[in-house]
């Protein structure tokens, strides 16, 4: 592919491809062919601009998990907090950085080229949490999308839940069923827990061997 097609942008009101097209000087993500465009789509793309154009989480210490990421501002229910651009890798080189193995991958020479999307540098610092008050959205192209699942507090950590479905209906709402997500957690990702739910239930659990005993 030559420099000159790799150079082309989309607009995002009527998808035409050209070289010249005009970036939105609030996100500095999306393309429009000229103002008419922009004012076509702007009622689905200012939630987006917004966003990107005012960060509203910080990266901060926690006390079990290293960083995460915290809300700066309070949202709503199914308000988007951020919209990032996904990073894509080669097999190959994840082969390279010796992180294929923990994903049950193995090189060949079929798929050394493929490639796969993995978060950003903000997505990339959110913790896990088996309720989680937060899901990513993974769309067709190369962003990734955070939702607020529920409301969430100015201060509040913002998590994921890691091993769960595209969608923010996944729930743990039982010990039952959070013990079956942590063994998933274990074998797919080496993660133990520790989020506020796992260490209760653990206490639980303890509490209830040592009445039995």
Same mark, same amino acid.
Request: hydrophobic share 35%; charged share 25%.
């Given at each position: 592919?030559?420099?000159?097609?790799?150079?082309?942008?989309?607009c995002?009101?009527?998808?035409?491809?050209?070289?010249?097209?005009?970036?939105?000087?609030?996100?500095?993500?999306?393309?429009?062919?000229?103002?008419?465009?922009?004012?076509?789509?702007?009622?689905?793309?200012?939630?987006?601009?917004?966003?990107?154009?005012?960060p509203?989480?910080?990266?901060?210490?926690?006390?079990?998990c290293?960083?995460?990421?915290?809300?700066?501002?309070?949202?709503?229910?199914?308000e988007?907090?951020?919209?990032?651009?996904?990073?894509f890798?080669?097999?190959?080189?994840?082969?390279?950085?010796?992180?294929?193995?923990?994903?049950?991958?193995?090189?060949?020479?079929?798929?050394?080229?493929?490639?796969?999307?993995?978060?950003?540098?903000?997505?990339?610092?959110?913790?896990?949490?088996?309720?989680p008050?937060?899901?990513?959205?993974?769309?067709?192209?190369p962003y990734?999308?955070?939702?607020?699942? /529920? #409301?969430?507090?100015?201060?509040?950590?913002? @998590?994921?839940?890691?091993?769960?479905?595209?969608?923010?209906?996944? &729930?743990? =709402?039982?010990?039952?069923?959070?013990?079956?997500?942590?063994?998933?957690? /274990? #074998?797919?990702?080496?993660?133990?827990?520790? @989020?506020?739910?796992?260490?209760?239930?653990?206490?639980?659990?303890d &509490?209830? =061997?040592?009445?039995?005993?």
């Amino acid at each position: 592919m030559g420099d000159s097609t790799r150079s082309l942008q989309t607009c995002a009101a009527c998808h035409r491809q050209c070289s010249k097209l005009l970036l939105c000087g609030q996100c500095k993500l999306a393309y429009f062919c000229n103002a008419a465009c922009q004012r076509h789509v702007w009622k689905a793309h200012k939630p987006v601009c917004v966003a990107v154009a005012n960060p509203c989480v910080d990266m901060r210490k926690t006390e079990r998990c290293g960083n995460g990421l915290f809300a700066t501002k309070a949202f709503h229910r199914g308000e988007l907090i951020v919209m990032e651009k996904a990073q894509f890798v080669t097999f190959k080189e994840l082969a390279r950085q010796n992180r294929l193995s923990q994903f049950g991958y193995t090189l060949t020479a079929s798929n050394a080229s493929e490639t796969v999307a993995v978060h950003g540098p903000i997505l990339s610092i959110l913790n896990h949490s088996c309720i989680p008050n937060a899901w990513v959205k993974r769309e067709a192209g190369p962003y990734r999308k955070l939702y607020a699942r /529920r #409301d969430i507090q100015v201060g509040e950590e913002i @998590c994921t839940f890691y091993d769960g479905a595209d969608t923010p209906d996944e &729930e743990c =709402a039982t010990i039952e069923s959070r013990i079956a997500k942590r063994a998933s957690l /274990r #074998d797919r990702f080496g993660l133990d827990c520790l @989020c506020l739910h796992c260490q209760m239930d653990v206490a639980l659990i303890d &509490e209830s =061997a040592t009445t039995m005993n």
